[in-house]
């Protein structure tokens, strides 16, 4: 049984960080293949954030560019997102994201929901001040 478990968020003021992390079990984090993170604040639909596929092929959404790096440690199986300079905006449920498509297909596609085939539970995060 595939489990993905998002840990590290929480409330932070603005301008803040904070780290995601999102350990697998039941599945390794495939070099080839997107793995990612997601974000939906109340009210909206769930959209792609970041992702990270091969020797760090990424992909982000235009919001969090240079605020945000996705990264992930396949020795510890584990994706993690660093966001900095964290804005009202960005508050939402976090969640991680595997087996989505090959690393070929960065750009938009690699940040579709519908590309990915396992989710976690979500971790919440709030900014605000």
């Known amino acids: 049984q595939v489990q993905l478990v998002e840990s590290g968020g929480g409330s932070v003021q603005p301008g803040g960080s904070l780290r995601l992390s999102c350990v697998a079990s039941?599945?390794?984090?495939?070099?080839?293949?997107?793995a990612g993170w997601f974000r939906q604040a109340p009210g909206k639909e769930r959209e792609g954030v970041a992702a990270?596929?091969?020797?760090?092929?990424?992909a982000y959404a235009d919001s969090v560019k240079g605020r945000f790096t996705v990264s992930r440690d396949n020795a510890k199986n584990t994706l993690y997102l660093q966001m900095n300079n964290l804005r009202p905006e960005d508050s939402g449920v976090f969640y991680c994201?595997?087996?989505?498509?090959?690393?070929?297909?960065?750009?938009?596609?690699?940040?579709?929901?519908?590309?990915?085939?396992?989710w976690g539970q979500g971790t919440q995060v709030t900014v605000s001040s």
């Open positions: 994201a595997a087996d989505g498509p090959l690393w070929a297909q960065v750009g938009p596609r690699s940040l579709r929901q519908d590309e990915y085939k396992y």
């Open positions: 039941g599945y390794t984090f495939e070099r080839t293949k997107f």
């Open positions: 990270v596929a091969g020797s760090g092929i990424t």
